[in-house]
């Protein structure tokens, strides 16, 4: 016999059963060993019953000898790859496998995060993860095992290499690479000829190489063998193909499917499950569901998200165009509901909507995510909804999807409304409740003992979220009997007032303390510190600052096998609003206040620090803000992907913040609302939350009296009132926080926020005020020695002279700039004054001189790569080329500024097309659209996107000084934004903003 190898070791299940370790394969026995090794490898880190393993491994007729044959397998295994490695536990035997050493392992892991990769729209990182996790198969998985056990688990092991082969492929479809994955695709397809999914995707596949006809051939070979060997019709996925492919419609980006994860153990609900699927059609054949809105209301515990994910997972196939789901929190004590806003955004993320195409405004939104559900079949899952009001803006608005909702509330106006059907679930039957425990214990634990499990149920009020908890601590302690805990759960009483009843029935309290009390000190001392997160969720890092060690994620990983969290997504933690509640209970009965005190200090100290390292990697060219240095043991790495980071943790920062004010950590409120409002250079409005949030910040700094903060704060609430349009309250704010700055003597950012006051001024037709500004920006960044701040500001004041009427001087300001940013190599920031002298050029009626202008300024945006200030140049410049007579140059120019806007996604390109549609010269005067533009002037009131100034009072999208007093919002080269040293061009607030520094413009 060989010797016992040292860790670690490496177990393969997925092919030829197999064992290897430091020194190299370890030698197995014969099938019946291999067996007893797969079947504990299946259930790594539970307890596999002796009868279950009997079965497993023998069928259903083992011989009489089989405990003994077991043991002395088990012994020999033991030999082999470590005798602590297999334990008995009665009543059975356990494997113990750390992370990494079981390919069935990593291959679910692979998998799901890349399912949450293609939600994300991130195909690419998904089609790579995928042929990872499909590389560990070294052919049919349980090879050498024994029949019985091969035809138990094979079944399930093979479909999900089958699943995710079909996600692979999707992802590679999705990547634009059909032409590489093709011949493989008719490969599995012709091995697996009843899985509707693959032949749909080879259908794709081989319609995407331009061989439709070989497509369509496929389907009807598909549909003749499902007729002739089973007697149905082809689905709806097969069916929706053919359709796409005969009318040649356009192939769309990825399908969402952002469904949670079943429940394995789903019980009972029979009959309000048949409730649902009689609103849809009964063949499941694509048609109209009866009713497009189902309300599932019910109590704390009832178990509505568990009843609405399962049944949404029996009917996915039915919406072949995707799965929509979001929890928006309506009932989380740790964090505000999610408005309507921030759900539809993710929505529209994960229909992969670029972000420069999603408007501004929340009903512009709305109005996107409901034309793009139009004429599909999608399942949408609206889970823990506050109220109506919360919901309705995330229903689509044409019929075909179906929106499933689950409230505690019973939502009664939607069903008066809306039409919705209701469905209210209750507590669990006796029935129901003793098969949750019989999916979980096995029906034969259950049956032993009726009597106590009849008082469980009572004592669980046979409430679903407790039965839950009970049958975990009876599955992890297989020893107790069932009489025994249910006398265990008598005893144990205490916490959760609030869902106290008059008796034993309405308890949940002493449910929770059994997974509680059950778990290591350090765990626990976790547990009850997670009570002081704000949520909706914790990270690795922030838990671990939280609790103050550095080695966090085992003591996660023993909560998460406690079911007392929830790995929501991979890193990301969070547990029910129950729990929640209980472990605030606890730390304020075991922890000292000095002890909450400082764990929450680490944890927004984390959130501080974490934000501003991100915030720099967003604006590297920011000027940083100076901050104490964070307490002992606290996580303060920057973030890898300061993008993702913020994407993820938003939620959590705006709720750190109000965490932060409510508990007197003030400097944490303030800092961290800075720390956000600097996330508008890279999503706008999405990132930054709600006024209140800065309200929030600016009282903190009242409390506080710190100049500095006030300074900061006024800004910042500056920044999400500008987003917002606000214009006359952010310049309130500006000058509030300019008043401060000068107490300060801060040069930088007096510079700073006089760039932003230009842009409002501009924007409320103050343009003399705005010529005001921009000079003292100019004063102050040349006295802070910031060269090209100083040429940012000289192009403002040339842009505002320009607005003032006053081209000529605006010409000689915006050459002194174009001067200095040549000499320092700024390409943008030359680009934008390049941009003005060829709009004050185009006002003088220059056109020549105009169109030359605009021209450099082209060179300069493409050299550079700010491809989106390059589509808007090119619009002035067809607009100077038209004015000029030359329609076929205005023509060039345009088309390729709407080649560049729909490379971006941009939704921009409306007026683009509406000139490309029907511009004409007549008399010496460019017409478009009906309105005659002399000299870069529309004497006719419109709205041009491309310039000249507006008699009627219009507000030019594109530029153009406005007689009328009307703000061009997409108009010259105007640099000024709230950082320090910007350039911006006169775009959009969002671009104002955004575009923060010159560097920034691309």
Known sequence: MPETPSRPVRYRLLGPIEVSGPDGPVRLGGPKQRSVLAALLLAAGRVVPDEQLFSLVWGAAPPATVRGQVQVYVSELRKLIGADVISRRAPGYVIEVGPGELDLHEFDDAVARARDDLDAGRVGEAARRLRAALDLWQGPALGGVTQSLLDREGPALAEKRLSALEDYFDAELAAGRHRAVVTELRQEAEANPFRERLQALLMLALHKCGRTPEALEVYTAVRSRLIEELGVEPGPL?????????????????????????????AGRMRDLARLDALLPLDGSGGRPSVSVAVVSGGAGVGKSAFAVHWAHRVRERFPDGQLYVNLRGFDPGACAMSAAEAVRRFLDALAVPAQRIPVSVEAQVSLYRSLLADKRVLVVLDNARDAGQVRPLLPGAPGSFTLVTSRNQLSSLV???????????????????????????????????????????????????????????????????????????????????????DATSDVRAVFSWSYHAISPDAARLFRFLGLHPGPHVTVAAAASLLGVARVRPLLAELTRAHLVTERAPGRYAFHDLLRAYAIELTHEEDSEAERTAAVRRMLDHYVHTAHAGAAGLSPQREPLVLDPPAPDVVADPPADAGAWFAAEHPVLLAAIDRAAATGFDTHAWQLACALSHTFVRQGRHWLGEPRTYQVALEAATRLGDPVALAHSHRGLAVILTALGRDVEAREQLDRALDLFEELGDLGYQADVRQGLTWVCDRLGDYAEEFHHARRALELFQAAGNRSGAASALNNMGWSCARLGDHEQALAYCKESIA??????NLVGEANAWDSVGYAQQSLGNLDEAVRCYEVAVGLYRRHGSRYYESRTLNRLGDAHLTRGDGAAARRAWQAALDLLEELGSPDGGQIRAKLGGAAVVGGAAV?????????????????????????????????????????????????????????????PEDALDDATSEQRS
């Open 238 to 266: 097969l069916r929706d193909t053919q359709v796409r492919l005969l009318r040649d419609e356009p192939e769309e980006g990825p399908v969402p499917r952002q469904l949670p994860g079943d429940v394995p153990q789903f």
């Open 416 to 502: 008066a409304v809306e039409g919705a059907a209701p469905v209210s679930l209750d507590l669990l039957s006796d029935a129901d409740a003793r098969e949750l425990l019989a999916r979980r214990l096995g029906a034969d634990r259950v049956a032993a003992e009726p009597e106590a499990v009849a008082a469980i149920n009572t004592l669980c009020a046979r409430l679903p979220l407790a039965l839950a908890i009970v049958a975990a601590r009876a599955a992890t302690n297989p020893g107790f009997t069932l009489a025994e805990l249910a006398a265990e759960l008598r005893a144990a009483r205490g916490g959760l007032d609030a869902f106290e009843g008059d």
């Open 820 to 825: 200095v940013q040549a000499e320092l190599g």
């Open 928 to 988: 478009v659209g009906g309105a005659a533009v002399v000299g870069g002037a529309s004497s006719g009131g419109g709205v041009p996107s491309g310039g000249g100034a507006s008699s009627g009072g219009g507000v030019p999208s594109g530029g153009g000084a406005s007689s009328g007093g009307g703000a061009p919002s997409g108009g010259g080269a105007r640099e000024g934004a709230a950082v320090v040293g910007g350039a911006r061009g006169g775009g959009p």
